[in-house]
């Protein structure tokens, strides 16, 4: 009796493991690895992108405070400047975690329907949770292109402003500046 049940439990394995994915399946994961795959080659680019931007960040918030020291206090345009940096930094870094996190899904997706006979899933749950995190990939990727170009703008941005802040101290610092002023705050003569 216990040959003829691990026989059947032996048939019963080999029969599992030889079904393999239904034509349904095939497609899906198709569908699901192409997508999958274009969304890796952009995260290789989202995270170099989010990581030159942090380093961006950590040298405009230095030169900030090196500013802070020359002015005495902080120049509130830069400090408004940086700060949208920061905003603009954090949101890339934000997105690429999201989309790191769809393209796990995906890689799980692929894993379920290509495991042998299963019934802990449901094609059509897969198919439908599919549908949502391409949307929201999709979102999320139109969001983040724009991260590069508000990084040049607010990096030209403030170095308009340091070079502003150069120029005006430059001036006030200057000899001819200072003579200049030396005229100016000493008392005039009055003719008689």
Known sequence: ????????????????????????????????????????????????NSEYLVKEQAEFEATGKTLRKKLGKADSL??????????????????TDKLKSINDEYKSFVEKLNAPVSFTFDVREIEKDYALLKTEQEKLSEEAKPAMSEHERLEEQMKARLLEIETSLASVNSPVSNAASAKSSAPKKTKP
């Open 1 to 48: 009796m216990r040959v003829l049940t691990f026989l059947s439990f032996v048939s019963l394995i080999a029969i599992a493991s030889a079904c393999g994915p239904n034509a349904v399946q095939k497609k899906l994961i198709e569908q699901i690895t192409i997508v999958q795959k274009s969304l890796e080659d952009n995260l290789t680019a989202l995270e170099a």
């Open 78 to 95: 830069y400090s408004v400047l940086l700060k949208a940096h920061g905003k603009v930094a954090e949101g890339l870094k934000e997105k």
